[in-house]
Every structure is written in structure tokens, then in C-alpha cells.
């Protein structure tokens, strides 16, 4: 066996051992394909209010920009499926990515140790890890790597467990033997598309990041304009239609990560409840959690924005 073939399994087998459900592998260069259609998508303003995007676009484009020597990109996915409904249909909902501890910290803390057991294991090798944190086209290299491929609602999708995961990378100076980049099993299916409360997916394959109810109540700083009003489906925090309703997410396993399971008080919410949300009981029901990013005022806002006529 060829040093980099072996090298790969090793990296392969800690992924799995330290929780991660796919790793595959692909080589660290610049992303002309994706190029055109990232300026293409700045150009429409299909990012909306979010102007970090239009920042580091080189760097999003070339992996070789964010590591000195990067010759391979290691794409994770981490499960983070939850087959319960804790909000009943007519309850404000979260998304189930917003369950538990924050995934930025659980699956940084894992990267790391992958990291140092290539380190330890392989020897001196030079990387960082990512966790939608940084200027990485992370679906341009889940499907490169052969994670799965790109669904009309822009989510990779893995063939036989869907689509409820969270993407990382490491990005490091090994060479590795690299995957073949999967194939979109999309066919004519439009459920996402027919699916979506505001329209989002203008077109199979393209979002507008402007119209989605995830950018509306967590990236937006300002007021959520009035023509969205009734459009929302109770969604507070993020949304899942487009995956709820994804064919392929019936092969979705449950996550088994016991940091992501929601907090029983979570679980309790109901509209009076959030309706009488105070700052401190925000604070003590989503400490660790990735809701914190809104704030307390923004949730609120998010709240307000459904309940009040």
C-alpha cells in the first residue's frame, strides 16, 4: 500500500472513531467551476444583508489562500438528525440544528483531535480546521470529496442518510488519495421548491439567501419587513421545510451525539412562553446554544414578528 493510501484509511478510521459519519478527501486547489457562480450570486444580491460573504472572495475560491502548502481538503459530515418532533404544528419552532450545544464548538473540539492524532500518527503536518467559521466553500468541497452532492435547495445530501449534517474541513499539506465527486440524485423532484414558505429557491439549485426564513430571523439585524408577515410557519430560529420534505431525508439515522439532545425546559415551550420570554430565562435556556447568536432582542423580534397581529 502506496504512503498516501494508508495514510488516508488512518485518517478515515479516527473520523469514524471520533463520531463523524462520512470523510472523503479531495486536493487542495482553486474552484473554477464555483467562481462564475459566486460572483454570479454576489452580483444578484442573493446574500441579502450579509456582506461578510462578499469579503475573502479569493480565499473562498482557494484553499491555498487560507493554508501555506495545502495540498489536500479533508470534508466531514456530522449527523445532527433528530427524529422527534419537540414542537407541536402549531407552536413557534426552532430548527433541529439548534437543539443542543452549539455544533461550531462539539465538532471544533473533534477537528482538533483529528488533527493531532495526524500529528502523532503520520507525523508534522500543517492544516486548520474549519467549521463554518472561515471563507471555505464547504458544499463545493463535500461534494468534490464524495460526501454527496448539491440538492435543488442547495443542502448536500448524502445518498443513504440525507441530509440533517453538519459540514467542517481540515485543510492540511498531505498529500492523500482522493474520492470521486458524487453525482446529484436529484432527477425531477421539486419538493423543496414547491415547499418553501417564502419562495427562497428561485430556481432548482438556487437560493436566494435574502428570501429565506434562516436568514430572517438569525443573520438579519433589523426590523423583518412587513411583507413576510404570515409567511414564516411559526419558525423562530432557523427552518427545516426544505429538508423535512427532502425524499431522501427518510433514510435520515438518528444523531448519536448526546451534547445535541434539546434541554427538557426547551421542550416545554409554548407560545405563552415565548410570548413572556425575559432575557434571563433566554440566557439560562440557551446557554452553549447556537441561538445565542441572535441575541435576546433578536429573538424576540423573531417572536414578536409571528405573534403579535
Same mark, same amino acid.
Given at each position: 500500500?502506496?504512503?498516501?493510501?494508508?495514510?488516508?484509511q488512518?485518517?478515515?478510521?479516527?473520523?469514524?472513531r471520533?463520531?463523524?459519519s462520512?470523510?472523503?478527501?479531495s486536493?487542495?486547489?482553486?474552484?473554477?467551476?464555483e467562481a462564475?457562480?459566486?460572483?454570479?450570486?454576489?452580483?444578484?444580491?442573493?446574500?441579502g444583508k450579509?456582506?461578510?460573504?462578499?469579503?475573502?472572495?479569493?480565499? /473562498?475560491?482557494?484553499?491555498?489562500?487560507?493554508?501555506?502548502?495545502?495540498?489536500s481538503?479533508?470534508?466531514?459530515?456530522?449527523?445532527?438528525?433528530?427524529p422527534?418532533e419537540?414542537?407541536?404544528?402549531?407552536?413557534?419552532?426552532?430548527?433541529?440544528?439548534?437543539?443542543g450545544?452549539?455544533?461550531?464548538?462539539?465538532?471544533?473540539?473533534?477537528?482538533?483531535?483529528l488533527?493531532?492524532?495526524?500529528n502523532?500518527?503520520?507525523?508534522?503536518?500543517?492544516? /486548520?480546521?474549519f467549521v463554518?467559521s472561515?471563507?471555505?466553500?464547504?458544499?463545493?468541497?463535500?461534494?468534490?470529496?464524495?460526501?454527496?452532492?448539491?440538492?435543488k435547495?442547495?443542502?448536500?445530501?448524502?445518498?443513504?442518510?440525507?441530509?440533517?449534517?453538519?459540514?467542517s474541513?481540515?485543510?492540511?499539506?498531505?498529500?492523500?488519495?482522493?474520492?470521486?465527486a458524487a453525482?446529484?440524485?436529484?432527477g425531477t423532484?421539486?419538493?423543496?421548491?414547491?415547499?418553501?414558505?417564502?419562495?427562497?429557491?428561485?430556481?432548482?439549485?438556487?437560493?436566494?439567501?435574502?428570501?429565506?426564513i434562516s436568514?430572517?430571523t438569525?443573520e438579519?439585524?433589523e426590523?423583518?419587513?412587513?411583507?413576510?408577515k404570515?409567511?414564516?410557519?411559526?419558525w423562530?430560529?432557523g427552518c427545516?421545510?426544505c429538508?423535512?420534505?427532502?425524499?431522501?431525508?427518510?433514510?435520515?439515522?438518528?444523531?448519536?451525539?448526546?451534547?445535541?439532545a434539546?434541554?427538557?425546559?426547551?421542550t416545554k415551550?409554548?407560545?405563552?412562553?415565548?410570548?413572556?420570554?425575559?432575557s434571563?430565562?433566554?440566557?439560562?435556556?440557551?446557554?452553549?446554544?447556537?441561538?445565542k447568536r441572535?441575541?435576546?432582542?433578536?429573538?424576540?423580534?423573531?417572536?414578536?414578528?409571528?405573534?403579535?397581529?
Amino acid at each position: 500500500m502506496l504512503p498516501k493510501q494508508h495514510y488516508t484509511q488512518l485518517i478515515k478510521q479516527e473520523a469514524l472513531r471520533l463520531g463523524f459519519s462520512f470523510c472523503g478527501m479531495s486536493k487542495a486547489q482553486f474552484l473554477e467551476e464555483e467562481a462564475p457562480k459566486l460572483e454570479a450570486w454576489l452580483n444578484q444580491n442573493r446574500h441579502g444583508k450579509m456582506q461578510y460573504m462578499e469579503n475573502y472572495f479569493d480565499k /473562498r475560491l482557494d484553499p491555498t489562500k487560507l493554508v501555506e502548502g495545502a495540498k489536500s481538503v479533508v470534508s466531514l459530515l456530522y449527523n445532527y438528525y433528530n427524529p422527534s418532533e419537540i414542537f407541536e404544528p402549531d407552536e413557534l419552532k426552532i430548527s433541529k440544528y439548534a437543539y443542543g450545544v452549539d455544533y461550531h464548538v462539539v465538532i471544533k473540539e473533534k477537528l482538533k483531535e483529528l488533527l493531532l492524532f495526524i500529528n502523532e500518527t503520520i507525523g508534522e503536518v500543517s492544516g /486548520r480546521v474549519f467549521v463554518d467559521s472561515a471563507p471555505v466553500l464547504e458544499k463545493a468541497w463535500a461534494v468534490k470529496s464524495g460526501l454527496g452532492w448539491m440538492g435543488k435547495n442547495a443542502n448536500i445530501i448524502n445518498k443513504g442518510s440525507g441530509s440533517f449534517y453538519f459540514l467542517s474541513e481540515l485543510i492540511i499539506d498531505l498529500d492523500l488519495e482522493y474520492d470521486s465527486a458524487a453525482t446529484d440524485h436529484c432527477g425531477t423532484c421539486t419538493a423543496c421548491l414547491d415547499a418553501c414558505p417564502t419562495d427562497a429557491i428561485v430556481a432548482p439549485y438556487q437560493v436566494d439567501g435574502s428570501r429565506c426564513i434562516s436568514y430572517f430571523t438569525i443573520e438579519l439585524k433589523e426590523a423583518i419587513p412587513q411583507h413576510m408577515k404570515g409567511k414564516f410557519d411559526n419558525w423562530i430560529f432557523g427552518c427545516d421545510v426544505c429538508m423535512d420534505v427532502c425524499p431522501w431525508n427518510r433514510f435520515s439515522k438518528p444523531h448519536r451525539e448526546p451534547l445535541f439532545a434539546p434541554a427538557d425546559e426547551l421542550t416545554k415551550m409554548k407560545k405563552q412562553e415565548w410570548k413572556e420570554l425575559t432575557s434571563e430565562v433566554f440566557d439560562k435556556l440557551f446557554d452553549g446554544s447556537p441561538v445565542k447568536r441572535t441575541k435576546y432582542n433578536g429573538l424576540k423580534r423573531n417572536i414578536d414578528f409571528i405573534l403579535k397581529t
